[in-house]
Nanobody, 116 residues
Framework: QVQLVESGGGLVQPGGSLRLSCAAS????????MSWYRQAPGKERELVAVIGSIGGTTNYAESTKGRFTISRDNAKNTVYLQMNSLKPEDTAMYYC?????????WGQGTQVTVTS
């Protein structure tokens, strides 16, 4: 079955960087778009970035453009989210996601906390 396992979250000061990873299994990874979402306490889950399958076309939320970079390594079945210039408002649980056979799958999430 589809499994998505995120890692790389943590506590970081404003202006710092983190790289999140999401290891995928249970489907042909290279054939599917992958996304990162986040959810802060009391707020709805929001799309952060998405990367296409072939060609790696990317799209970002306005709030993360120029600071976050999504990438993928199809040989390792892994998608990454490089986060730079982090702000306190980036604090959230970050989730990896994909749609496979018309169903959306989520990982368990990794917590990112940006605080001084």
């Amino acid at each position: 079955q589809v499994q998505l396992v995120e890692s790389g979250g943590g506590l970081v000061q404003p202006g710092g960087s983190l790289r999140l990873s999401c290891a995928a299994s249970g489907f042909t990874f290279g054939g599917y778009a992958m996304s990162w979402y986040r959810q802060a306490p009391g707020k709805e889950r929001e799309l952060v970035a998405v990367i296409g399958s072939i060609g790696g076309t990317t799209n970002y939320a306005e709030s993360t453009k120029g600071r976050f970079t999504i990438s993928r390594d199809n040989a390792k079945n892994t998608v990454y989210l490089q986060m730079n210039s982090l702000k306190p408002e980036d604090t959230a649980m970050y989730y990896c996601s994909t749609i496979f056979r018309a169903a959306r799958y989520w990982g368990q999430g990794t917590q990112v906390t940006v605080t001084s």
